[in-house]
């Protein structure tokens, strides 16, 4: 059964991941820049009336397999309510997300992007990255990354749109921080040093090693940082 509705979704994401572009001349590649698109793909009118929560993510992206089991909680909690859960992969190779798919369990549509033209269309600056649209069709939040306090900020986002909140005017991402590195530059993204850390013990054991007293003139990357834990 896993593998049927695995393969249904792949289909269905490699007939629709291009329209979705064509449908709007300002996303085409050779366009000029535009502001981030705030309103709904066109393959996704048909879910115009509910809430949406569109994810990028690869393959490669270490974050992604934590936040693939919080979207398959978020969509078995609020599936009933309205929510939609759309992950857009953005591996060039389809083998690479069909080999993910079947390691990590999920139970909501996968769309395929290898040219990675929805991705430009809403300029999505890093792996993974979210967008909520409330039941108009808006988007009503842009988030970069995802880590373990990211959850109970977008649920809450999340019950407050099914209850009928409304999107307030959006111009940018929330990324705490630029991000000059876009995510269809899959050479630079692959390199471990560019992943985003998504859980509190690991940040919170590099202050340690790095701020600890014993022996420490600097923060990482300076002069000291050394309690032996490293």
């Known amino acids: 059964m896993t593998n049927l509705l ?9 007939s629709t991941s291009v329209d979705d572009v064509h449908a709007n001349p300002a996303a085409a590649p050779d366009a000029a820049p535009v502001a981030i698109a705030t309103d709904l793909p066109p393959r996704l009118e048909p879910h115009r009336g509910e809430v949406i929560l569109l994810d990028f993510w690869a393959s490669w992206c270490t974050p992604c397999r934590a936040s693939f089991p919080w979207m398959s909680e978020m969509q078995r ?48 600056p890093a792996m993974p990255s979210s967008i909520l649209f ?18 109970k900020r977008l649920e809450r986002r999340i019950v407050a749109l099914l209850e ?5 005017p959006l111009v940018s991402w929330d990324r705490g921080g630029d991000a000059a590195v876009k995510p269809w530059e899959r050479g630079v993204l692959a390199r471990p040093d560019m992943a985003l850390d998504c859980e509190r013990m690991d940040l919170d054991f ?5 701020f600890s007293k014993e022996a420490s003139s600097g923060g990482r990357g300076f002069g000291g940082g050394g309690c032996g834990c490293n």
Not at 6 to 14: N, R, Y
Not at 134 to 151: K, M, P, V
Not at 206 to 210: K, L, P
Request: proline share 5%; aromatic share 10%.
């Open 6 to 14: 695995l393969a249904w979704m792949l289909l269905w994401a490699s």
């Open 206 to 210: 590099d202050d340690h090693v790095y």
């Open 77 to 124: 909690t609020y599936g009933e309510r309205g929510l939609t859960v759309i992950a857009v992969n953005l591996d060039e190779e389809p083998g690479a997300a069909q080999a993910f798919l079947e390691q990590i369990p999920h139970n909501f549509g996968i769309l395929l992007d290898p040219e990675a033209r929805l991705a430009e269309r809403f300029q999505v």
């Open 134 to 151: 409330d039941r108009e069709g808006n988007a009503a939040l842009f988030h970069a990354g995802f880590r373990s306090r990211d959850r």
């Open 164 to 168: 009928g909140a409304t999107a307030p």
